[in-house]
């Protein structure tokens, strides 16, 4: 066997996916899941990138902290940075971040370079959100349901907004996918989120 040193890169990926809501909401669940659906995919975990940073890393509070805030934008930048990677090889990245202020998802739209963009908010009910926290292996402690109201405010008009109470994980995918235009039944791609 020989090493082939032809380039990673090839016709690039359409576009790129993130999923957001408060925590409980379903964004690892259902991202990896519509990754899973995808012929050619990669799935992007946020909160593991923040994982990475083993000294002195600092998870968002409900308080504030302006380093936790820093950190959020860091680990933002370095999804982006893989997202386009898998873009640019021909790969659809699905994102899972909690996105809140509408900042943060400006932070997103300009530092990813893929042309398309495609953000949707996963939107329970905060009570079903909670409740689902309570229930997983990942369990929080700290209530982030206030948060719902913090992304309607900021984000109301951002993406597609989806209410998960009541579906299934395979609901929510088929939803997700309808939304993107990436499922069965795709609609013109040009209906992505623009960038600016």
């Not at 576009?15 to 995808?38: D, E």
């Not at 982030?144 to 609901?171: F, H, K």
């Amino acid at each position: 066997m020989t090493f082939d040193p032809r380039p990673v890169d090839r016709e690039p990926a359409p576009c790129a996916v993130l999923l957001t809501g408060i925590p409980g909401s379903g964004k690892s669940t259902v991202a990896a899941a519509v990754a899973a659906r995808l012929p050619k995919s990669a799935y992007i975990d946020v909160d593991a990138l923040q994982d990475m940073i083993v000294g002195g890393g600092e998870w968002p509070i409900m308080e504030g902290s302006p380093e936790a805030d820093r950190q959020i934008f860091l680990r933002a930048r370095h999804a982006c940075l893989l997202a386009d990677s898998f873009v640019a090889a021909g790969f659809v990245p699905v994102l899972a971040d909690v996105v809140v202020r509408r900042t943060h998802l400006a932070f997103y739209r300009e530092t990813l370079r893929t042309g398309r963009f495609h953000v949707v908010v996963l939107a329970p009910d905060p009570g079903v959100a909670w409740e689902r926290n309570r229930t997983r292996d990942k369990v929080l402690e700290t209530d982030w349901t206030p948060l719902d109201r913090a992304m309607r405010a900021e984000l109301g008009d951002a993406g597609t907004w989806i209410d998960t109470s009541g579906q299934s994980v395979e609901e929510t995918v088929d939803a997700v996918l309808t939304a993107t235009g990436l499922g069965p039944g795709r609609r013109d791609r040009t209906t992505a989120q623009p960038r600016g």
